[in-house]
């Protein structure tokens, strides 16, 4: 099941540039997640964030999250081209949801060298 | 930490025949597993979820009994997809949670099944 819309759905930019991603969804959140997966592959996690967290870092990524607007950001700074891949959101609602996670569409990242 | 294995990464079988598919959590014990199925240039779409010991629970249209969920240990689920026919090619994700990996679900490889 999936409530959440990510922008854009697809993104190209020269190594070294920064990438933007976005996501939001509908309803309250426990928590929003990010993944990775390469072409073919599993997802990997790459971050999370709690509802009662605005931003987080991890090496160079900064997610933020806003609950006003029930929007997050995904920020990969001095893109290389092993980060071309496709990035999820996903969001858990947390109570009786059983930890199960509410998907996005999608970004697909391409980075030119 | 946090490994999930898949097994296999890839299999092509006649139509009509069923498919065994494996997921195990090598480095912790999964409370919960979760099978997802992948189209191309898709998101995942979540089949079912599986808690150890107890029946899994099917998302609405998914076929309970064209994709049998058995989750009978604390490291294992496996997916069978009986009498499969061409439209069940797909690509099959398992993920897992558990133990201090509570909230993050820890993916398989992945399965690409091709029915013939």
């Known amino acids: 099941s999936q409530q959440g819309e990510e922008d854009p759905q697809a993104l190209s930019i020269q190594e070294g540039e920064n990438a933007t991603m976005n996501c939001s969804y509908k309803?309250?959140?426990?928590?929003l997640q990010w993944y990775r997966q390469n072409s073919g592959r599993g997802l990997v996690h790459l971050i999370l964030?709690?509802?009662n967290e605005r931003e987080k870092h991890s090496g160079r990524l900064r997610v933020t999250l806003d609950t006003s607007k029930k929007s997050s950001s995904l920020l990969i700074t001095a893109s290389r081209a092993a980060d071309t891949a496709s990035y999820f959101c996903?969001?858990?609602?947390?109570?009786?949801?059983?930890?199960?996670?509410?998907w996005g569409a999608g970004t697909k990242l391409i980075i030119k060298p | 930490g946090a490994v999930v294995s898949q097994h296999p990464s890839r299999v092509i079988c006649k139509s009509g025949t069923s498919v065994k598919i494996e997921c195990r959590s090598l480095?912790?014990?999964?409370?919960?597993m979760f099978w997802y199925r992948q189209f191309p240039k898709q998101s995942l779409m979540l089949m079912a979820t599986?808690?150890?010991?107890?029946?899994?629970?099917?998302e609405q249209g998914v076929e309970k009994d064209k994709f049998l969920i058995n989750h009978a240990s604390l490291t294992l689920s496996t997916l069978t997809v009986t009498s499969a026919h061409p439209e069940d090619s797909s690509f099959y994700i398992c993920?897992?949670?558990?133990?201090?990996?509570?909230?993050?679900?820890?993916f398989g490889p992945g399965t690409r099944l091709l029915v013939l």
């Open positions: 480095d912790f014990q999964a409370t919960t």
């Open positions: 996903a969001t858990d609602a947390g109570g009786d949801s059983n930890y199960q996670l509410i």
């Open positions: 993920s897992a949670r558990g133990g201090e990996y509570q909230e993050t679900q820890y």
């Open positions: 309803t309250s959140i426990n928590n």
């Open positions: 964030i709690r509802s």
């Open positions: 599986s808690n150890e010991g107890s029946k899994a629970t099917y």
